[in-house]
């Protein structure tokens, strides 16, 4: 069900979205082919209630995939996507999903089970879909979820199928390392490789 458009939310009323599940979004029959799958950990509590990706104010995601060229317009999601920004989304090839279904505070609360079971379905998901790329947000979620601890960041070195396989930094505001312009670096390399960009990479100090 649709959310009402708001931009506050109280700690009891995000609180009371802990363990609720966001639809993935995916390009549609009428839509051109998934061609950049991105995966989140799992949905963070503003994400459950806005029913929206990455939704959090202080997330980087949209404002790095905006500086590497992904997106072509401003997406500000904090108080729920629009149509028109999904649809943006999907009509550039692009779709999201997370490793784990169910919504948390953090990451860090979700059992090595959670991560190992995500794994699974993230896998069959993109045998169903043939995405072009698979970036997955996250190295710490991609060691557990794959049972792969010695993983590091960037293109991995086995596909999934005909799946190329990229591990790229979190956007969350809680990961201090990374700014708007590193993170569009990132995603940009991903998104070359997948066909959704192709001009040259954005300079981190840019």
Known sequence: MPQPRRTRFTRAEL????????????????????RLLFVGINPGLWTAATQTHFAHPVNRFYPALLRAG??????????????????HLRERGIGITNVVRRASARA????????REGGERLRALVEERRPRVVAVAGITAYRGAFGLPKATAGRQPEPWGASEVWVVPNPSGLNAHETVASLAVAYGEAARAAGVVADEPPQPGA
């Open 108 to 115: 860090d609360e979700l059992t090595r089970a959670e991560l």
């Open 15 to 34: 609180e009371s979205f802990n363990g609720a599940t966001v639809p993935d979004l995916l390009p549609g029959p009428d839509d051109p082919p998934l």
């Open 70 to 87: 992904i997106i072509t317009r401003p997406i500000n999601p904090a108080d729920g996507m629009t149509d028109d920004d999904r649809a």
